[in-house]
C-alpha cells in the first residue's frame, strides 16, 4: 500500500513538473561563417542583466546544430527573462574584443539595441509563461 501510494506521488510530482515549465526556442539569423559555437546566456533579473554573475543559466551549441534546430532552454519557471548570445568562431569560450570593441558577432533578446554598452534588462525581455514554448529570433551583428 505504501509502495502503491508513494508511485503515484512521484508519478504526480514528476508530470507537474513537467507542465509547469515554460521553454525558449532561440532562432539566430546572420550567421556568416558555419564554424565555431553560438553562446548563450539567461537572465532573469535586471540588476544583473547582462554580466556574467546574474546568469542563470547558460552554455553553447555547435554553429551547424544551431543553423538546423535553433536553441532550447527548457525547465523554465514562469517569469520575465533576456537572452545575450554570441558566435564564438575560435572556440576560445570567450566574448573577444579589441579596446573594448567587439570582435565576434552578438545579439540580444528583441533584438534590443546596444549603443555605448548592453541594452536595459527592459528592452531585451519577455515573458514565459507555464506550460508555454516561446520562440525568440535573434540577428547576430
Known amino acids: 500500500m505504501k509502495l502503491n501510494f508513494l508511485i503515484i506521488v512521484t508519478f504526480v510530482i514528476f508530470v507537474w513538473s513537467e507542465l509547469s515549465s515554460g521553454e525558449i526556442k532561440i532562432l539566430v539569423s546572420n550567421i556568416e561563417e558555419k564554424r565555431g559555437t553560438i553562446h548563450y546566456a539567461v537572465y532573469n533579473n535586471s540588476e544583473l542583466f547582462p554580466k556574467e554573475i546574474g546568469k542563470i543559466l547558460g552554455g553553447y551549441e555547435e554553429v551547424s546544430k544551431v543553423i538546423k534546430n535553433g536553441l532550447l532552454i527548457s525547465d523554465l519557471e514562469e517569469s520575465n527573462y533576456a537572452i545575450a548570445i554570441f558566435h564564438d568562431k575560435?572556440?576560445?569560450?570567450?566574448?573577444?574584443?579589441?579596446?573594448?570593441?567587439?570582435?565576434?558577432?552578438?545579439?540580444?533578446?528583441?533584438?534590443?539595441?546596444?549603443?555605448?554598452?548592453?541594452p536595459k534588462f527592459e528592452d531585451a525581455s519577455f515573458f514565459v509563461g507555464q506550460n508555454s514554448i516561446v520562440e525568440i529570433m535573434i540577428e547576430l551583428r
Open 90 to 118: 575560435n572556440l576560445n569560450n570567450k566574448f573577444d574584443t579589441f579596446f573594448s570593441i567587439p570582435k565576434e558577432k552578438f545579439g540580444f533578446s528583441n533584438n534590443a539595441r546596444v549603443f555605448l554598452g548592453p
